[in-house]
């Protein structure tokens, strides 16, 4: 986790701090039984409760890794930007799911 004084300026949110986490997902053995979906797929960018207990947000910021499906075996580095209205420490709870697009995202 790191905090950013960076703000996008065409944002409606005016959060009192912005971090960047980066994490690490690994797909150990989800398959998705009707195959619709091409993975596993981890968002970080929702469930988030600032020092208070306030919940937090996504916030439209400057990260260069990306969230993706991930097959058996294979590993995905990511990167989401968070805003809270409370700075401090803060928690993510983890919403998994297989790909949330599906094989047909074009």
Known sequence: MEET???NEYSDKNPAAVYVVTYT???IGYVDE???MDGLYVSLEDG???????M???YPGDV??????VPVGAFCEAQACI???????????ESISSDKFGKDRG
Do not use: C, L, M
Request: cysteine-free.
């Open 83 to 93: 805003g809270v209205d409370n700075p401090g420490s803060f928690k993510i709870t």
């Open 25 to 27: 997902y690994e797909n």
């Open 56 to 58: 937090g947000y996504s």
């Open 34 to 36: 009707d195959g619709i």
């Open 48 to 54: 988030i409760v600032d020092s208070t207990g306030k």
């Open 5 to 7: 004084k960076d703000r």
């Open 64 to 69: 260069t890794k990306y969230a993706q499906s």
